[in-house]
């Protein structure tokens, strides 16, 4: 039992870092929006400014769902798509390129999330203990 609490502290801390990390990238490839659409349309990609926007909005929507660990899988799939599209085109100008470690890091953080949910202390969680006791309550006992 105290491996699982401890995993699911670990987990929540590398939640709210993950997230804080995501938020704050998403501020800066909006700041950089010029940038960030114009590596887009070097590289080649068609409709970049309607992509790139979205693109933002699914960071910004996804670091919210990580941060409080609702649908902690989904978020971190929503994440990895987002993260690979910034990692190619965001970062893809001579300045940013040192930040693909970076993105290789968080990649790597969200495969875990990917395996192991969000632990005990997340959304998740919780609303699986108040289905589990629901389910309890409408069991008549024998």
């Given at each position: ?20 990390a995501f938020?704050?990238?998403?501020c800066g ?114």
């Amino acid at each position: 039992m105290q491996k699982s609490k401890s995993l699911s502290l670990v987990l929540f801390v590398q939640r709210t870092l993950l997230s804080l990390a995501f938020a704050f990238l998403a501020c800066g490839e909006t700041l950089h929006l010029k940038a960030f659409v114009q590596n887009a349309i070097d590289i080649g990609l068609p409709y970049a400014y309607p992509i790139c926007i979205s693109v933002l909005i699914l960071t910004f929507i996804a670091s919210v769902m990580l941060l409080i660990g609702f649908k902690t899988r989904l978020a971190a799939i929503a994440n990895i798509i987002a993260t690979l599209f910034s990692g190619f085109f965001f970062f893809a100008g001579d300045f940013n390129r040192v930040n693909i470690i970076g993105v290789l890091l968080a990649l790597a953080l969200l495969f875990g999330f990917l395996i192991l949910g969000g632990g005990q202390f997340s959304l998740d969680s919780f609303i699986q203990n108040l289905k589990e006791e629901k389910e309890a309550d409408r069991i008549p006992f024998r």
